[in-house]
């Protein structure tokens, strides 16, 4: 790996509970000024690699650093350049917002206040209420509002968005943390795991797709976008025979309509649709989301 702008490095991580490998043998690199997208299905492996990371789980085998160093050794040099938003969160039930607030804000180094303001009054929260009568959406909200006023390094979000209504949530991904970034964007950097991938597509520099525990597939955003193609055709008569494509990712057939999904393999498809009797013909870029919605077929791709 080049270490030279690496903000997250894994290499061959395993982290085991009892005999099943939650992750295992995964590696991947982080770089500088990029929003990095870590997706997988529910026990994939993505909390267990974001808690090894953050030194709240110990790897079995494989190394681990952030900013250079290791979790372990240097924990304190590590987490006081970073903010974390895990999954569910908790406050002490005694604290109001702006208490906990200034908790938070004691550790650190830097807090910027007006970020804080303003998001007290965009999230409509009030600083004087209690956070044992915060919502589980509002408990998130005062979560990140902690995470983004020290303007950290690295902002590292474990579904981050949990709870959130969807107005809030557009906003939080589009304003919020686009502004994070736009703030310092060589310097800053956010590694995200969500469910939610269509709402940060906009954002996504780079993925990881896993599937127990392993990497499944890596790739730029707009690399992935301009290799995965979604195309459709209508043939002016049906075919007497199912279609034969070669280079075919999927491919569903009804009637007259056909519709491929290409993996890299979109001129090759094109050229031998064109040899039957085509009146219709669109080719698009899957998103994201759709990537990882095929996430079964990509057990094809051979990288």
Request: aromatic share 6%.
């Amino acid at each position: 790996m080049n270490t030279d702008s690496s903000i997250i490095e894994i290499q061959n991580l395993t982290r085991r509970y009892g005999k099943h490998d939650a992750v295992n043998g995964l590696s991947l690199n982080v770089r500088a000024g990029r929003c990095y997208g870590f997706f997988g299905r529910n026990g994939a492996g993505k909390t267990t690699t974001i808690k090894c990371l953050l030194n709240l789980l110990r790897p079995d085998s494989g190394g681990v650093r952030v900013f250079g160093l290791d979790p372990q050794r240097d924990e304190v040099a590590v987490k006081s350049r970073l903010a974390y938003v895990p999954d569910a969160v908790a406050f002490y039930p005694w604290m109001t917002v702006s208490g906990t607030l200034e908790y938070l804000a004691s550790f650190r180094r830097h807090w910027n206040r007006d970020i804080e303001n303003d998001l007290l009054n965009r999230f409509q929260l009030d600083p004087a209420k209690k956070t044992t009568s915060l919502s589980k959406g509002q408990r998130t909200q005062l979560a990140l509002i902690g995470a983004i006023c020290p303007e950290p390094e690295l902002l590292v979000l474990d579904e981050p968005t949990s709870g959130l209504d969807p107005i809030v949530r557009r906003e939080f991904i589009e304003t919020v943390i686009g502004a994070y970034q736009a703030g310092d964007p060589e310097r800053r950097t956010v590694f995200v795991s969500t469910h939610l991938i269509s709402e940060f597509e906009g954002l996504i520099d780079e993925f990881t797709i896993i599937e127990q525990g392993r990497d499944l597939l890596t790739m730029e955003a707009d690399t992935a976008r301009d290799r995965f193609k979604k195309i459709r055709a209508r043939f002016s008569q049906e075919p007497k025979a199912k279609l034969e494509l070669l280079g075919a990712l999927d491919l569903k057939q009804t009637g007259r309509d056909v519709e491929i999904l290409a993996n890299g393999s979109g001129e090759l498809l094109l050229n031998q649709l064109k040899s039957h009797p085509v009146e219709d013909l669109k080719v698009e870029s899957l998103s994201l989301e759709e990537i990882f919605v095929a996430s079964d077929l990509l057990k094809k791709v051979k990288k």
